[in-house]
């Protein structure tokens, strides 16, 4: 099994509705402002208790050679 190289994460989390229902578009943003990381894998995680939920996802890129 090969590993993947990676040369940075980024995360996005939050516990809050409102921010669950943008977080599309912040990823999505957040791509299109860093051209140079290429995304090389991903990982979405989900946690709660009584009275919150976080969605995590964390993005694993490598910067694009020139």
């Not at 590993?3 to 990823?27: H, N, Y």
């Not at 051209?35 to 890129?61: G, M, R, W």
Request: charged fraction near 25%; include cysteine.
């Amino acid at each position: 099994m090969a590993m993947v190289q990676f040369t940075g994460v980024k995360i996005f989390s939050t516990t809050l509705a409102r921010d669950r229902e943008v977080m599309g578009e912040t990823i999505t943003r957040w791509i299109k402002e860093n051209p140079n990381a290429e995304i090389v894998d991903k990982e979405i995680t989900q946690s709660s208790d009584k009275e919150f939920h976080c969605v995590t996802v964390t993005l694993f890129y490598k910067h694009k050679q020139p």
